[in-house]
């Protein structure tokens, strides 16, 4: 009888195996569930294993670095946004990896000015298919049932737009990165707790993928304080935090 081999990460990487069986199963082409069956030695598959110890060992080559980012910036001036989430397209598309823009059309129209602006060629890499733009309002619209996320829609919606951005940009290792403010117009709806919820379930989005997102929220008289719990809940549910510079 075959000995069945184990496979387990030590402990301290416990909070980086988030979407571990989803990305394997995702390069594979295969049920998630069958990967965690593999893991548990339930059933043999080389390379199933094979490719579980190559995501361990990226995750462990990483040191403390997170494998995603999902940040945020308050802002008040467009001036600000643009500031921020310009750099962000950017860099994914000087790598030749793919960027995803939910965001309402005064944005997406300045956006495009500005990358233009700098020299980006938007119209061969829209028509590859490496840059991809949704109005936000119709992805919340998507994704809500009785004025909630419903997770399995939002990962469907968002999952299919990343699986497609990835194809293109024709890397061996290709990354997206996701601008999105559909959160936003959640709380400018005065809907905090479904704004929280679709941040939560972009964490999930983020390490099953290993995408980057960037979100912005509108500062207002609404939301903001520092003591504020929902304030506090869109806050945890980011790596990082950007408030008002310029």
Request: hydrophobic fraction near 45%; charged fraction near 25%; aromatic fraction near 6%.
């Given at each position: 009888m075959k000995k069945v081999t184990y496979i387990r990460a030590p402990k301290d990487l416990s909070a980086k195996l988030i979407g571990l069986y989803s990305r394997v199963a995702l390069k594979l082409g295969i049920d998630p569930s069958y990967v965690s069956q593999v893991a548990h030695g339930e059933r043999q598959s080389a390379p199933v294993e094979d490719a579980i110890r190559d995501e361990l060992i990226r995750i462990r080559d990483q040191g403390t670095e997170t494998p995603y980012r999902h940040e945020v910036q308050f802002y008040s001036d467009d001036v600000v946004l643009l500031d921020r989430a310009v750099p962000f397209v950017a860099a994914a598309l000087t790598k030749g990896d793919a960027a995803i823009v939910i965001a309402t059309q005064s944005h997406r129209e300045s956006l495009v000015l500005r990358l233009r602006s700098e020299g980006f060629d938007l119209d061969a890499a829209i028509k590859a298919g490496r840059y991809v733009t949704i109005d936000?309002?119709?992805?919340?619209?998507?994704?809500?049932?009785?004025?909630?996320?419903?997770?399995?829609?939002l990962l469907k919606l968002m999952g299919g737009l990343i699986e497609e951005a990835m194809k293109a940009a024709k890397k061996e290792h290709p990354r997206v990165a996701v601008f999105g403010e559909g959160s936003s117009l959640l709380w400018e709806q005065g809907k905090a707790?479904?704004?929280?919820?679709?941040?939560?379930?972009?964490?999930?989005?983020?390490?099953?993928?290993?995408?980057?997102?960037?979100?912005?929220?509108?500062?207002?008289?609404?939301?903001?304080?520092?003591d504020d719990p929902d304030f506090k809940g869109i806050c945890a549910a980011h790596s990082a935090i950007y408030s008002q510079a310029k």
């Open positions: 936000a309002a119709v992805a919340i619209a998507k994704h809500m049932v009785h004025g909630m996320p419903k997770s399995d829609r707790d479904a704004a929280i919820r679709s941040e939560r379930l972009g964490n999930q989005l983020a390490a099953i993928y290993d995408v980057d997102i960037l979100c912005a929220y509108k500062m207002s008289g609404a939301y903001g304080k520092e």
